[in-house]
């Protein structure tokens, strides 16, 4: 860990196909010390819809009181919990979103179709429930019974603990779709710097400093130059102009995850 002793904290989703991780955009100086947050291990995710403010709640516990400058970052529609994050890690914080984005209406539907019939290749999309008239929460309820009954139709033979576990990642994944797309798609601390792959966007006109690359969203996570404005920021050549003050910057809506 260089002198400065940054804290560098990324919240992330374990298991992406194909995956994206800031272990391989931080520079390798601060790849040791990265504390690394997986928002599908928080542990009422696969049987309940943890608010994003909740799931902010219980990573600041997790980390505990931080001294010193700390670095979060997030992406995708795990932005509005690193910017939650940012008022409850009780340290000089500095946050750093990557293709900010939140769930439209209709992507826990259009996820739960993908998953199930990943699941069993015959189902087709009308066989799947529709959950966009449903509350978080009778959602998941509707979504955990139907992947168990995916799986036993396949394996009928399989012990119900076996089933449920076959079904937790997509359990988790759909709790914290739901919970994003409640949440609404606001950042509540502004960012200081918004890293942007080619074809992501960014409408909020704040003071957050705008850096666009030319790759796309996956390949971002390893392009030299987005590492470097990472670099900067941590030995203190790239800093954010002004004091970051309370805003609600708006991120537009992706069918991304």
Same mark, same amino acid.
């Given at each position: 860990?260089?002198?400065?002793?940054?804290?560098?904290?990324?919240?992330?989703?374990?298991?992406?196909?194909?995956?994206?991780?800031?272990?391989?955009?931080?520079?390798?100086?601060?790849?040791?010390?990265?504390?690394?947050?997986?928002?599908?291990?928080?542990?009422?995710?696969?049987?309940?819809?943890?608010?994003?403010?909740?799931?902010?709640?219980?990573?600041?516990?997790?980390?505990?009181?931080?001294?010193?400058?700390?670095?979060?970052?997030?992406?995708?529609?795990?932005? &509005?919990? %690193?910017?939650?994050? /940012?008022? *409850?890690?009780?340290? !000089?914080?500095? +946050?750093?979103?990557? @293709?900010?984005?939140?769930?439209?209406?209709?992507?826990?539907?259009?996820?739960?179709?993908?998953?199930?019939?990943?699941?069993?290749?015959?189902?087709?999309?009308?066989?799947?429930?529709?959950?966009?008239?449903?509350?978080?929460?009778?959602?998941?309820?509707?979504?955990?019974?139907?992947?168990?009954?995916?799986?036993?139709?396949c394996a009928p033979d399989l012990p119900p603990d076996i089933t449920d576990s076959l079904t937790e990642h997509q359990r988790a994944w759909l709790s914290y779709t739901l919970a &994003?797309? %409640?949440?609404?798609? /606001?950042? *509540?601390?502004?960012? !200081?710097?918004? +890293?942007?792959?080619? @074809?992501?966007?960014?409408?909020?006109?704040?003071?957050?400093?705008?850096?666009?690359?030319?790759?796309?969203d996956v390949e971002l996570f390893g392009f030299a130059e987005a590492t470097a404005v990472i670099a900067g920021l941590l030995d203190g050549r790239t800093r954010p102009d002004g004091?970051?003050?309370?805003?609600?910057?708006?991120?537009?809506?992706?069918?991304?995850?």
């Open positions: 860990m260089p002198a400065l002793q940054y804290r560098v904290v990324g919240v992330e989703f374990g298991k992406e196909t194909p995956p994206r991780s800031f272990a391989t955009l931080l520079p390798p100086p601060w790849r040791d010390g990265y504390h690394r947050i997986d928002l599908l291990t928080h542990p009422d995710i696969r049987q309940s819809v943890p608010t994003v403010e909740e799931q902010a709640e219980y990573w600041a516990r997790r980390l505990g009181v931080m001294t010193g400058p700390v670095v979060v970052l997030g992406y995708c529609s795990g932005a &509005a919990v %690193a910017s939650e994050l /940012v008022s *409850r890690v009780g340290a !000089d914080t500095t +946050l750093v979103v990557i @293709d900010p984005a939140a769930p439209a209406a209709g992507d826990a539907q259009e996820l739960l179709v993908d998953l199930a019939t990943g699941m069993d290749e015959d189902l087709l999309p009308g066989d799947v429930p529709d959950i966009l008239d449903h509350d978080p929460a009778e959602a998941l309820a509707l979504v955990s019974d139907f992947l168990r009954s995916v799986v036993e139709r &994003a797309g %409640a949440h609404g798609g /606001v950042l *509540r601390a502004e960012p !200081d710097h918004v +890293l942007l792959s080619e @074809d992501a966007g960014w409408e909020y006109t704040g003071r957050a400093r705008v850096h666009r690359f030319p790759v796309g004091l970051r003050r309370p805003s609600a910057s708006p991120i537009r809506s992706t069918q991304r995850r």
